[in-house]
Nanobody, 120 residues
Framework: QVQLVESGGGLVQPGGSLRLSCAAS????????MHWFRQAPGKEREGVSC????????YYADSVKGRFTISRDNAKNTVYLQMNSLKPEDTAVYYC?????????????WGQGTQVTVSS
């Protein structure tokens, strides 16, 4: 059964860093567009970043550009989201999702989410 399992969330002070991981099983994530989303309480889900299957191109929401970095380790079948210079408004549950590409808003598998809280 296809699975995506996120980890790495937690409580961090403003300006701090966290690295989220999304471990994939039962498929090779290098063949898919892998996405990170987040959802804060009372807000709509927001696309944060994506890494493409074809050439590893990366895409970011304007709100995280320059602070977050998405990457992929094909040997570990894991995608990462390095989050630096965190702000309170980054507080949310972060999810990874699988899609055919980064260009199409189609997602067939989701992880369970990991909580990120940025607070002093």
């Amino acid at each position: 059964q296809v699975q995506l399992v996120e980890s790495g969330g937690g409580l961090v002070q403003p300006g701090g860093s966290l690295r989220l991981s999304c471990a994939a099983s039962r498929f090779t994530l290098g063949y898919y567009g892998m996405h990170w989303f987040r959802q804060a309480p009372g807000k709509e889900r927001e696309g944060v970043s994506c890494i493409s299957s074809s050439d590893g191109s990366t895409y970011y929401a304007d709100s995280v550009k320059g602070r977050f970095t998405i990457s992929r380790d094909n040997a570990k079948n894991t995608v990462y989201l390095q989050m630096n210079s965190l702000k309170p408004e980054d507080t949310a549950v972060y999810y990874c999702a699988r899609g055919p590409t980064c260009a199409k808003p189609i997602y067939d598998y989701w992880g369970q989410g990991t909580q990120v809280t940025v607070s002093s």
